[in-house]
Nanobody, 124 residues
Framework: QVQLVESGGGLVQAGDSLRLSCAAS????????IGWFRQTPGKEREFVAA????????YYADSVKARFTISRDNAKNAVYLQMNSLKPEDTAVYYC?????????????????WGQGTQVTVSS
């Protein structure tokens, strides 16, 4: 079992930055992957970014590439999402998720564990 807890959300203005944190507990193996997804009311959960727990390979949605950076600290069992140049369309609940192996990273269905989410609101 893996438990995930997100933090760092809040209300910011367009152009500001935020860093989200995902604290993981439980057994996390090298072939696991941590992803960030976001969701707004009435819409499906959307892939944002992902990182492999071992090698650190990263993946991004086109909409956030060059603005967001995902990173991990294995010693702290934590994954971060640095979000720069935020836009109002980035407003959503952001979820941290863990996939136990596999190579697919954009699809929410492959993720086995989820956090409770943290709200990010970007005002114009």
């Amino acid at each position: 079992q893996v438990q995930l807890v997100e933090s760092g959300g809040g209300l910011v203005q367009a152009g500001d930055s935020l860093r989200l944190s995902c604290a993981a507990s439980g057994r996390i193996f090298d072939n696991y992957r941590i992803g960030w997804f976001r969701q707004t009311p009435g819409k499906e959960r959307e892939f944002v970014a992902a990182i492999n727990w071992s090698g650190g390979s990263t993946y991004y949605a086109d909409s956030v590439k060059a603005r967001f950076t995902i990173s991990r600290d294995n010693a702290k069992n934590a994954v971060y999402l640095q979000m720069n140049s935020l836009k109002p369309e980035d407003t959503a609940v952001y979820y941290c998720a863990c996939a136990a192996g596999g190579s697919i990273y954009r699809t929410s269905q492959v993720y086995n564990y989820w956090g409770q989410g943290t709200q990010v609101t970007v005002s114009s």
